[in-house]
């Protein structure tokens, strides 16, 4: 167990709906990342957000947005859903924004748009 | 711009035998490395990093990976597998600039291990 935690486990929705991913850091840790893995694009990096900044931007789409709370939890929301965001949803955690600090994924959450 | 390419999309090996997961990268700038396991219907897991100490690195499990800067190679290897090893493999590079952090997974190597 990472200590990071994610929810929910499963989301089926439909196309064109908006979605809410959850995400809680390890306790003590600042920086949160959003990854997303599928099968077509592997494993792309998302956000970062460090201590409710947001510090790096990946491949991240516009319909796509996140914030990281005053308690650091994290949520990633998802809009305007295609078909081909189709995916695993990973959130991890790090104690500071350093590229080199260790990183501890959660379970991650997938997801199926319909 | 950085890059990862892990050259084997499968490696199958015997229990007991030797494991070599190879990675090679391409970054403008000093970049760490790492390598990440990942298990089935599980989030992934450090193995090891590379952020510019020591050029060979160990890990958990008994893995270790060699940097090599003339060859651009991170490549994993565990001199005896292990059932339990069997799982996705990821090599990622990253770089830090500017306070941000990029990183960039290679496409996962599948280690199958028989008995």
């Known amino acids: 167990d990472s200590g990071v935690t994610q929810t929910p486990k499963h989301l089926i929705t439909a196309t064109g709906q908006r979605v809410t991913l959850r995400c809680s850091p390890r306790?003590?840790?600042?920086?949160v990342y959003w990854y997303q893995q599928s099968l077509d694009q592997g494993l792309q990096f998302l956000i970062q957000?460090?201590?409710?900044?947001?510090?790096a931007k990946g491949n991240i789409l516009e319909r796509f947005s996140a914030q990281q709370f005053p308690d650091l939890h994290s949520e990633l929301n998802l809009s305007s859903l295609e078909l081909g965001d189709s995916a695993l949803y990973f959130c991890?955690?790090?104690?500071?924004?350093?590229?080199?600090?260790?990183?501890?994924f959660g379970p991650g959450t997938r997801l199926l748009v319909l | 711009a950085q890059s990862v390419t892990q050259l084997d999309s499968h490696v199958s090996v015997s229990e007991g035998t030797p494991v070599l997961l190879r990675c090679n990268y391409s970054?403008?700038?000093?970049?760490?490395l790492f390598w990440y396991v990942q298990h089935p219907n599980k989030g992934l897991q450090l193995l090891l990093k590379?952020?510019?100490?020591?050029?060979l690195v160990k890990g958990i499990n008994g893995f270790e990976a060699e940097f090599k800067k003339s060859e651009t190679s991170f490549h994993l290897t565990k001199p005896s597998a292990h059932m339990s090893d069997a799982a996705e493999y990821f090599c990622?590079?990253?770089?830090?600039?500017?306070?941000?952090?990029?990183?960039?997974f290679g496409r996962g190597t599948s280690l199958i291990v028989h008995p």
């Open positions: 590379y952020t510019s100490a020591a050029t």
């Open positions: 970054s403008s700038y000093s970049p760490s």
């Open positions: 957000y460090y201590n409710g900044e947001e510090r």
């Open positions: 306790s003590g840790d600042l920086s």
């Open positions: 990622v590079v990253s770089r830090t600039s500017g306070g941000s952090y990029i990183p960039t």
């Open positions: 991890a955690s790090s104690v500071s924004w350093e590229g080199r600090e260790t990183q501890y």
